[in-house]
Structure formats: structure tokens, C-alpha cells
């Protein structure tokens, strides 16, 4: 399938993908060699902006060389030249890398949970922290679990109040996340 570039007024063909919405990097449109690279140096620092705005601040002629979300770099210093997303293919590893952020904030990071959210993770023997609700859910589920009402075992109150610290522990992690 091709695309014709997504620039206003060209009509090239559009091989590289690009995202079409900064509040939802899935979607796609494509651009030529050229409009790429103008796109990639406009995006970086451009979140939270319409790709429509993007495209009226390129249209708005000589101001265009002093946009002002890059206040002190002009587009052509080597401060924008050497901005990340030179190429096509690293910006899009970088919007993958958003849409699986943005999916799980967890599995971006796995390696950097502090110590005491790995241990807690063993005791709730669960693999990734968990957002706050299904986190209770699973919370709940364990203090049935291993209530001393319910379960006779010696160990079985010493196993909740760790259940206790460790909810504590995953509550705060979730609510930071
Ligand atoms: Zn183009």
C-alpha cells in the first residue's frame, strides 16, 4: 500500500511513517524523505500540539524561524540537527516505545523497581506492579485468602501482615506510576 505524503500541498510519495496524533501515537500518516524530517524536528518538543497546529505555525511564513518552542534554537543550529529522531527509524522505535509506555508503565522500566516493590511483588506473587484498582482487587482476594478466620495455619497472621505492608508498599508504587 502507498501513501501520498501527508505535508500540505505535496504530492510526493509518503514512506515514512509518522504518528498523526499526539494524544494517540497509534494512529499513522506518512510523509516523504523531505517532510519527515521537517515533521521530526517540529514533534520534538511539540507534544500535547494538533498536528493541524503544527502544520499552521509552518505555514506562517518568516516567524517560522523563530518558533517559540524551541526559544534559543533556531531550526537549522546543530542543537536541532543533533536532536534525537534524525532519522525515521528512530522515531518510530521511540513512538513504540510510548504506546508500550503508555500501555504499561511498568514494562518499561522493569529494572528499576526499588527493592522493597520487588519484595512485595514475590509476597503478592505477581510479576509487574498493578494499577491501584485490579491491585486491590488481587489485595483482597489474598486477606480472604490467608485470614486467620479462614485459614489455621501457625504462619497464616504473620503471612497477612506482610500481605498488609506489602499492599502498602504496591498502593504507593501504583499511585506514583
Ligand atoms: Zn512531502
Avoid at 515514512?16 to 501515537?25: I, M, T
Avoid at 512485595?120 to 483482597?140: D, G, R, S
Wanted: with cysteine; charged share 25%; glycine share 2%.
Amino acid at each position: 500500500m502507498t501513501h501520498t505524503c501527508a505535508w500540505p500541498d505535496c504530492s510526493l510519495e509518503g514512506s515514512f511513517p509518522a504518528p498523526k496524533d499526539p494524544r494517540d501515537l497509534r494512529l499513522r500518516q506518512y510523509f516523504c524523505q523531505t517532510h519527515i524530517r521537517e515533521f521530526n524536528k517540529r514533534w520534538n518538543g511539540l507534544e500535547g500540539f494538533h498536528p493541524d497546529d503544527i502544520f499552521k505555525m509552518q505555514n506562517v511564513g518568516p516567524s517560522w524561524d523563530k518558533p517559540t518552542w524551541t526559544v534559543g534554537v533556531s531550526p537549522t543550529s546543530e542543537a536541532a540537527k543533533s536532536a534525537p529522531f534524525a532519522n525515521a527509524d528512530d522515531l518510530f522505535d521511540f513512538f513504540q516505545q510510548r504506546i508500550k509506555q503508555k500501555a504499561s508503565p511498568s514494562a518499561a522500566a522493569p529494572l528499576v523497581l526499588p527493592p522493597d516493590v520487588k519484595e512485595a511483588l514475590v509476597i503478592f506473587n505477581i510479576e509487574q506492579p498493578l494499577p491501584a484498582a485490579p491491585l486491590k482487587k488481587h489485595y483482597l482476594a489474598l486477606v480472604k485468602q490467608h485470614h486467620p478466620d479462614v485459614n489455621k495455619s501457625a504462619t497464616a497472621e504473620e503471612h497477612l501482615k506482610r500481605i498488609n505492608v506489602a499492599y502498602k508498599i504496591l498502593a504507593d508504587y501504583a499511585d506514583r506510576a
